[in-house]
C-alpha cells in the first residue's frame, strides 16, 4: 500500500509546476548500509546550485527502481536539498523447510526473488510464495503448501522462513482424446508423455499431474500430427478435471484438420551459383513428391543441401523454404541466396594463466581471415570445454573495423587439472592398497600425464599414460603408454614379470561416435619352480608379442559424470601382429541410465570379455581374463574362476552384469553424501590348456551399499558388500575405499 502511495505522490509531483531552486547542500538522510556517494550514483543526484520540481521527481523515481528503499522523500528547506531514505531490512538468513529433495530445494532457491544478505521485500516475499505454489504445481504437487515466516534479528534484518508442504502428487486416473478421427486413442497414449496412473506403473515418472508434461504433450501431439501430413492440426483445448487431491482425468480435445501431401519442389537458386552444382537435388525430391507432408522430410532436403554447400566448398551461402498450400497438396520452394559476407578479423584469447594460447587455438575451427560463420564458433566452443581443463568457456562477437568484419573473444574460465586417487580394500586374504596421480594440463600444453599403482600381497603393478588431446592439431589424440607388473608366489611355484608398451590414436568419427586404433609391445616372463603345476610349467619362458587394437564407443549419456538418461556401448578387439604365442581378444559393454522417479536414477551395466588362442596356442598366464572388483562387487580382483593348484589363473571368458539404484536425495543436501544400492553378477570361466584345473564357472552374485561423500578432502567412496552366491575357491572383499582430491 505504502508504495502505491509513493507512485500517487510520484504522479502528483509530475503535475506541480517545474519551479528551479536554488540549493546550498544536498543532504542524505536515513541510509545506514548504503553509503551517500552510493545514493548519489543510483539517484544520478549531481552537486547543482539549482534544483527543479522535475529534477527532484527523477531523483525519487531512480531511488525507487533500485527496490533498496522502503520509502524516499526529496524536500527542499532553507536553499537544502534533503534526501530522507528508509532502506528494507536485510535478508540475514533464507532457510527452507518440508522439503528433503535436494534438488527441488536448489530450483526453489533459484526461481524466487528473496536472496540471503539482500533486501527484504515483503510484497516480493508474497509473490515468492506464489511462484513456489506454481513451480510444485508444475510438476504434479497441485495441492502443496507454501508459507512464509519473518524472525527478526534486529531491527534492519530478518531470517525468512519458508515452510513447504508439497503433500501427494495428484494422479492421472485416465486420459482421453476428443476429435482424433484418423488416429486411435492407443497411438496417442503411446505418442503423449502423460500416462495413466496403473498398478503395473509403479516406477514411471510420468502418471502424474503437470502442467510441464501438459504443456509437452500438446507439442509431442501436434509434431506427431504434423510429420504424418496434417499440417493445420490444432489441439483445441486441453484441460483436467481433478477429483481429488489424488486423483484427475486428463483431456485433450484435437482438431486434425486436412491430410496434405507434398506438391510441386523446386529451386529458386541465386544467379552467382552454378546450377549444375545443385542438379542433384533432383533426384532428392523425386523421393518425396506426393508422399504426405512432413516437417521431417523438409529438414533432410536442407542436409542434402547444407552437404552439397560443404561439398562444393562453397562460402556465405544461406537458404530457408517456402510452403505454399495449394488444395490438397503443399508446394515447396527451397531458396538458396548468397548471404553477408562476414570475415574473422581477429580472435583474441582470454583468461587462460596457465594453459599455452596454443592449445585453445588447436581446437579452433576457424582463424583469422577466414569466413565467419557462428556454427563453426559454436562447435569450436564445445571442442574446447570437451578438454575438461577448464571450468567455463565463453564467446562474445564484437563488430570489427569495418562492417563485414567480426572480432571474436574466447574466454575461458581455467579449473584445477591435478588429481590425486587412494584405495583400499580389505578381504578373505589381506588387503590391497592403490595410488593414482594426475595431471590433465601437464605445463599447460593440455597434455595429460597419468601413473598409477597396485600393490597386494603378491603383486605390483604401475602404469604411465601419457595423452596429447590434439596431437598437431589434426583433432585426434595420441596415446603412450607403459605397464610393468610382476607377481611373486612362491607358494604357488612361479615369478611372473609382464612389461608393456604402447601407442595409439582416438578420434571422434561422429559427435558421439568415437574410434581408436593403437599397437603396443609385451615382454612376458614366467619362472617356474620345482612346486608350479604342469600346466604352469609348459608355459615358463620368456615370450614377446607385438599386437594391434582397435575399438569403438557410442555415447548417448546426456553427461559423463553421473549421467541419469541414455546409454554409452563400446567394442575393442585385440590382434596379433607377430608372438610367440597367438591370441585373439574381444570386449564388449553396454551401460544404460534412466531416472526412474524424482528420488531414484537406474543404471544397467553388462560387460563381456573373451580371449582365445589361435591355432594350437594356448592363452598365456598374464593375458586371461579376470573381473576387477569394480566390476564385480564383493570379490576381490582376480580371486575369481578357474584355479591351478591354489592359484586362481584367470579364464578364457568374462562377464559382469552390474544393476544399480542411485538415491541421491536419501540424505540431507548438507552433508554432501550420495547412497546407491547395487546387484552384481558375473563369473570367469573356460580353461583352454588343462581340463583336469578346477573350472568353477558357476554363477556369482553379490548386493551392498555404495556411499559417495564428497568430503573437504575431495570425493571419497566407500562400498559395503555382502555375496549371495559364490564357489568355494572365491575369495570375497566386504570392504573397499577410494579417496580422490584435486589440485
Same mark, same amino acid.
Given at each position: 500500500m505504502i508504495r502505491i502511495l509513493n507512485f500517487i505522490l510520484l504522479i502528483i509531483l509530475f503535475s506541480l509546476p517545474l519551479r528551479a531552486e536554488n540549493i546550498n547542500k544536498i543532504i542524505i538522510n536515513g541510509n545506514k548500509r548504503i553509503s551517500d556517494e552510493t545514493v548519489k550514483i543510483y539517484g544520478e543526484i549531481k552537486d547543482s546550485s539549482q534544483y527543479s520540481q522535475k529534477s527532484a521527481n527523477k531523483i525519487l523515481k531512480n531511488l525507487y527502481e533500485t527496490g533498496f528503499f522502503e520509502n524516499v522523500e526529496i524536500i527542499f528547506e532553507n536553499n537544502n536539498l534533503l534526501v530522507n531514505l528508509k532502506e528494507f531490512p536485510v535478508i540475514n538468513q533464507l532457510i527452507i523447510t518440508g522439503e528433503v529433495n535436494k534438488s527441488f530445494n536448489s530450483q526453489v532457491k533459484d526461481i524466487i526473488s528473496s536472496k540471503e544478505k539482500r533486501a527484504l521485500n515483503k510484497s516480493n516475499l508474497t509473490n515468492d510464495v506464489n511462484i513456489i505454489k506454481s513451480f510444485y504445481s508444475s510438476i504434479g504437487y497441485n495441492f502443496a503448501k507454501v508459507t512464509s515466516k519473518l524472525k527478526k534479528i534486529d531491527e534492519d534484518s530478518f531470517d525468512v522462513l519458508i515452510e513447504i508442504e508439497r503433500g501427494e502428487k495428484t494422479k492421472i486416473s485416465s486420459i482421453k482424446f476428443v476429435g482424433n478421427n484418423y488416429i486411435r486413442s492407443s497411438r496417442l497414449k503411446d505418442i503423449i508423455a502423460s500416462e495413466e496412473n496403473k498398478f503395473w506403473k509403479i516406477i514411471s515418472r510420468n502418471t502424474a499431474l503437470s502442467?510441464?508434461?501438459?504443456?509437452?504433450?500438446?507439442?509431442?501431439?501436434? /509434431?506427431?500430427?504434423?510429420?504424418?501430413?496434417?499440417?493445420?492440426? /490444432?489441439?483445441?483445448?486441453?484441460?483436467?478435471?481433478?477429483?481429488?487431491?489424488?486423483?484427475?482425468?486428463?483431456?485433450?480435445?484435437?482438431?486434425?484438420?486436412?491430410?496434405?501431401?507434398?506438391?510441386?519442389?523446386?529451386?529458386?537458386?541465386?544467379?552467382?551459383?552454378?546450377?549444375?552444382?545443385?542438379?542433384p537435388l533432383n533426384k532428392t525430391y523425386s523421393k518425396y513428391i506426393g508422399n504426405y507432408y512432413s516437417p521431417f522430410k523438409i529438414q533432410k532436403i536442407l542436409v542434402e543441401i547444407d552437404e552439397l554447400i560443404a561439398s562444393n566448398n562453397l562460402q556465405f551461402v544461406e537458404h530457408n523454404v517456402e510452403e505454399q498450400i495449394n488444395n490438397d497438396s503443399i508446394d515447396l520452394v527451397f531458396n538458396i541466396f548468397e548471404g553477408e559476407k562476414e570475415l574473422v578479423e581477429r580472435i583474441n584469447v582470454k583468461g587462460n594463466s596457465i594453459t599455452n594460447e596454443d592449445v585453445i587455438r588447436g581446437e579452433l575451427l576457424l582463424d583469422e581471415g577466414d569466413p565467419f560463420t557462428k556454427i563453426n564458433l559454436e562447435k569450436s566452443v564445445s571442442k574446447i570445454k570437451s578438454r575438461q581443463i577448464f571450468k567455463d568457456v565463453k564467446y562474445e562477437i564484437i563488430d570489427g573495423s569495418e562492417d563485414n568484419l567480426k572480432i571474436i573473444d574466447i574466454k575461458v574460465e581455467e579449473r584445477p587439472t591435478g588429481e590425486i586417487s587412494a584405495g583400499a580394500g580389505i578381504g578373505t586374504s589381506g588387503g590391497a592398497i592403490a595410488f593414482g596421480i594426475k595431471e590433465n594440463n601437464w605445463l599447460g600444453s593440455g597434455k595429460s600425464v597419468e601413473f598409477n599403482i597396485d600393490l597386494d600381497e603378491e603383486s605390483l603393478s604401475g602404469v604411465l599414460n601419457l595423452v596429447n588431446p590434439n596431437y598437431d592439431y589434426l583433432g585426434n589424440s595420441l596415446n603412450y603408454f607403459l605397464m610393468s607388473e610382476s607377481n611373486d608366489k612362491p607358494d604357488q611355484g612361479y615369478e611372473n614379470t609382464v612389461i608393456s608398451s604402447g601407442i595409439g590414436t582416438s578420434f571422434n568419427q561422429y559427435r558421439d561416435l568415437k574410434a581408436n586404433v593403437g599397437a603396443s609391445l609385451t615382454y612376458d616372463d614366467l619362472r617356474t619352480f620345482n612346486t608350479a603345476s604342469a600346466s604352469l610349467k609348459k608355459q615358463s619362458g620368456e615370450f614377446t608379442e607385438l599386437s594391434t587394437n582397435y575399438g569403438l564407443s557410442y555415447d548417448q549419456r546426456d553427461r559423463a559424470f553421473m549421467p541419469t538418461s541414455g546409454y554409452i556401448t563400446s567394442f575393442s578387439q585385440a590382434i596379433p601382429i607377430y608372438a610367440d604365442k597367438s591370441f585373439i581378444s574381444n570386449s564388449f559393454s553396454y551401460s544404460s541410465y534412466k531416472s526412474l522417479t524424482e528420488d531414484i536414477v537406474g543404471a544397467g551395466k553388462l560387460y563381456i570379455s573373451a580371449i582365445n588362442g589361435l591355432g594350437s596356442d594356448d592363452v598365456r598366464l598374464s593375458k586371461r581374463k579376470n573381473l576387477s572388483s569394480k566390476k564385480l562387487r564383493g570379490f576381490e580382483r582376480g580371486k575369481v574362476g578357474p584355479k591351478d593348484g591354489a592359484d586362481h589363473i584367470g579364464g578364457n571368458y568374462s562377464a559382469a552384469l552390474n544393476l544399480e539404484a542411485n538415491l541421491p536425495n536419501f540424505f540431507p543436501e548438507s552433508t554432501n553424501l550420495d547412497l546407491a544400492t547395487f546387484l552384481d553378477f558375473g563369473s570367469v570361466w573356460g580353461v583352454d590348456y588343462d581340463s583336469s584345473i578346477d573350472d568353477s564357472n558357476e554363477l556369482r552374485s553379490s548386493t551392498g551399499l555404495a556411499l559417495n561423500w564428497l568430503s573437504p578432502l575431495g570425493p571419497i567412496s566407500i562400498v559395503l558388500s555382502q555375496n549371495i552366491s559364490k564357489a568355494d575357491t572365491d575369495k570375497t572383499e566386504s570392504f573397499s575405499f577410494n579417496l580422490g582430491t584435486t589440485f
Open positions: 502442467e510441464n508434461l501438459i504443456n509437452l504433450d500438446i507439442r509431442l501431439l501436434r /509434431n506427431y500430427y504434423r510429420s504424418i501430413g496434417f499440417y493445420d492440426v /490444432n489441439i483445441n483445448s486441453n484441460f483436467a478435471e481433478i477429483l481429488n487431491a489424488e486423483e484427475a482425468k486428463l483431456i485433450y480435445s484435437i482438431d486434425e484438420g486436412k491430410r496434405y501431401v507434398i506438391g510441386k519442389i523446386s529451386t529458386n537458386l541465386d544467379t552467382v551459383f552454378d546450377k549444375k552444382l545443385f542438379f
